[in-house]
């Protein structure tokens, strides 16, 4: 008989339900967000559950069944391990994320696991195709405007808001959504500026 580990401070796993999507972007990149959203609503993640010191847990199906942990940490980043072969911030630690906020955006209960639940000690798998980010991969028009135009944005941003001219940069962003409005890659990281939240 297994033994139940102790309820952990609310907080940790609450932070979760704070996350936005600048947040998760800016963590995985849009490309990996995007995947992961696809493997989440493709319902690839199964026995969700969180741990006692406030991680997340779960099996996610790629090519293979990978156990997948996500965390915020001490410094209120998004960290996690996946035995897939990308190992940390792939997409299936999104998939675990978003399914995570579903959970609570629809009152669904998250169990707590127990100490000696084989996902807390899963190994990282083989390369394998199917799960690689290819590095030609990185260079394409959504990398390009996360690696470069968000940050130069979010400069901008910060500037405005901290001279208190934040309607300004309201306006700024509407218009940039109105001028590039058939650009999809780029409304997604003007989105992402936003700081709109997962959930509400």
Not at 50 to 72: R, S
Not at 97 to 102: A, M, N, R, S, T
Not at 113 to 124: M, W
Not at 130 to 158: C, G, H, N, W
Request: aromatic content about 8%; charged content about 30%.
């Amino acid at each position: 008989m297994t033994k139940k580990q102790s309820k952990p401070e609310p907080s940790k796993v609450e932070q979760f339900k704070a996350l936005t999507w600048i947040e998760l972007t800016n963590w995985a990149g849009s490309t990996i967000v995007s995947r992961g959203k696809t493997y989440q609503q493709g319902k690839r993640v199964s026995q969700l559950a969180k741990t006692p010191d406030g991680k997340l847990v779960a099996w996610v199906k790629g090519t293979d069944i990978y156990a997948t942990q996500v965390e915020i940490n001490a410094n209120g980043s998004l960290d996690s391990n996946c035995s897939c072969p990308y190992w940390a911030t792939c997409k299936h630690a999104v998939a675990v994320v978003l399914e995570y906020l579903e959970h609570v955006k629809k009152g669904k209960n998250v169990p707590f696991t127990d100490s000696d639940d084989q996902r807390l000690s899963q190994r990282r798998s083989s390369w394998d195709d199917d799960d690689m980010e290819y590095s030609e991969e990185k260079m394409t028009t959504t990398s390009i405007f996360r690696e470069y135009l968000a940050p130069y944005l979010q400069k901008v941003q910060t500037l405005l808001q901290e001279k208190g001219r934040k309607k300004e940069w309201e306006v700024y962003l509407q218009d940039l959504r109105i001028a590039h409005a058939r650009k999809r890659r780029l409304l997604e990281v003007l989105d992402g500026l936003g700081g709109k939240r997962i959930i509400d």
